[in-house]
């Protein structure tokens, strides 16, 4: 990296961002954002008006890993236009690279940042140093970090913790991420206050596992329950929605919460189980069995009215005998999950799962699968069009001439269904209103307007 003796922010200008993987990456990709803006710099929505081009990566699974590869070659070109152009690597790819291959094999890459380096990149691409530090990630944003919105200003990802300790055998996340590190209540609320007056409607509360929110903290007494009651008690027009809890870390206290009909806590629970036979859940580490996990159901679906479940699946973990498999199918065939997901194993280097006997070969992993996407399509097919004839509350996400599109509350944005409202009347983004479902198929409904307009 050049020097430039200006004191004033010398490197890049012009910012063009790209974040990779999932939504909790995409709020340290929306803090990069805010913190470059305050820093005086500019984001440009094409590379060819920018001279700093910041990727902020992935590297969970070998695709996401493929991913951020081809983005930093995609950079690279652009670099080859003009030398003097700026190419940083920041995030999750820069912590797993730990024995420095990437460094390595991309010489050209101004700079590296990891996930301590998320508020701090300004001042990084200031004092142009060649390469962030490299503690174990400990940093957490808070109320007061500068963030700027990268979703459609209507919903918005708050992010109440990050790391994780729960160690399944199979992730890299804890190496990746670090401990779990709690916000304090007051922080949360204050940024969801922030999100509510600014016209959000939407808060999507994420972590690796927000059913551990406040564990790491213990002697401050703060759990998710205390949180939710507390973003709850905020005045506003706004639905909140949780997203990836731990079916170990259920309380009675929790379900009890989500029970209640009178919050703003909507009825969905994202609970990935990833498997159901007890020895495989013991080898990855998952800190719950098959009778537990089944009498939690039936807890949820007793007590929960209209509750949406998703869940996601791995298949062919190492050692998944045909028959463990076939315990699986037969599980999901009871369960009749609303929204569920399905990964094949892949062995992610430094984890215990990848050193484990009886690596199933990919192929089988995939077809496993495939087998169990194909009937979860059918399963959720059935019961979207149960759904044929009921109203819903509907969130519209966009309007496209005259057909608004946008989710039911059974419905996470990117990941779950849409619906379809073709003929839509004095209808905006970002409005509530009443639909009633007209037709559906596994992954969409198609409605009709009741109301142009009605709160939740
Ligand atoms: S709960 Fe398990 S799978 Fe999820 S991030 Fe933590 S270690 Fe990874």
């Known amino acids: 990296m050049k020097k430039n003796s200006s004191s004033s922010p010398s490197i890049g200008q012009a910012v063009y961002l790209v974040s990779l993987g999932c939504s909790k990456n995409l709020v340290d990709t929306e803090v990069i954002a805010g913190v470059l803006l305050t820093s005086g710099r500019t984001l440009a929505f094409d590379p060819d008006e920018a001279d700093l081009y910041i990727i902020n990566t992935c590297a969970f699974i070998p695709a996401a890993r493929s991913e951020a590869q081809s983005a930093i070659e995609e950079a690279l070109e652009w670099k080859s236009e003009k030398p003097e152009r700026i190419v940083v690597v920041a995030g999750c790819l820069t912590e797993w690279d730990k024995s420095g291959d990437y460094r390595k094999k991309y010489p050209e890459i101004d700079l590296w940042t990891g996930v301590n380096d998320v508020d701090t990149i300004a001042a990084l691409l200031d004092k142009q140093s060649a390469l962030a530090n490299s503690e174990k990630p400990i940093w957490l944003y808070d109320h007061t970090t500068p963030r700027l919105l990268l979703t459609v200003p209507h919903m918005a990802y708050l992010k109440i913790a990050d790391g994780c300790d729960n160690c399944c055998s199979y992730c890299a996340i804890p190496g990746i991420r670090g401990a779990l590190r709690s916000r304090n209540i007051a922080s949360v609320v204050a940024e969801a206050k922030n999100l509510v007056s600014a016209g959000v409607k939407e808060l999507l509360i994420i972590a690796q ?18 949180l939710l009651k507390e973003l709850d008690a905020i005045p506003g027009d706004f639905v909140i929605r949780l997203l990836y809890t731990h079916p170990a870390h259920y309380s009675d206290e929790f379900i009890d919460f989500m029970a209640r009909t009178d919050t703003k806590v909507l009825p969905y ?5 990833q ?9 990855m580490g998952r800190k719950v ?23 996601t699946f791995i298949t062919g973990f190492p050692g998944e005998t045909e028959e463990e498999f076939e315990e699986l199918v037969e599980f999901m065939k009871t369960q009749n999950f609303e929204r569920c997901g399905v990964f094949p194993y892949s062995p992610e280097p430094g984890t215990p799962a990848a050193k484990m006997p009886n690596q199933i070969p ?5 077809n496993r699968a495939k087998k169990l996407m194909t009937l979860q399509k059918k399963i959720m097919k059935k019961a979207n069009r149960d759904w044929i004839g009921r109203e819903v509350c509907m969130l519209i996400d966009e309007v ?30 970002g409005n509530f209103c009443r639909v009633r479902i007209t037709d559906a198929d596994s992954y969409e409904y198609i409605a009709e307007q009741v109301t142009a307009l009605k709160s939740t």
């Not at 629970?269 to 189980?273: A, G, S, Y």
């Not at 996990?293 to 209209?306: A, F, M, P, Q, Y």
């Not at 990919?362 to 995939?366: F, L, P, S, T």
């Not at 496209?400 to 004095?426: H, Q, T, W």
């Open 362 to 366: 990919e192929q089988i992993a995939e």
């Open 289 to 311: 069995t098959k009778s537990q996990t089944v009498e939690l159901l039936k807890k949820l679906r007793k007590k929960i009215k209209d509750l949406t479940i998703r869940t």
């Open 275 to 283: 498997h159901i036979n007890d020895r495989i859940l013991s080898a």
């Open 269 to 273: 629970l994202d609970i990935p189980l």
């Open 400 to 429: 496209d001439g005259k057909v608004a599109i946008g989710r039911s509350m059974m419905d996470a944005p990117e990941i779950d269904n849409r619906i379809f409202l073709p003929n839509a009347k004095k209808i905006k983004v």
């Open 209 to 226: 596992d927000i059913t551990a929110f406040g564990t790491d903290r213990i002697a401050d007494g703060e759990n998710i329950v205390d």
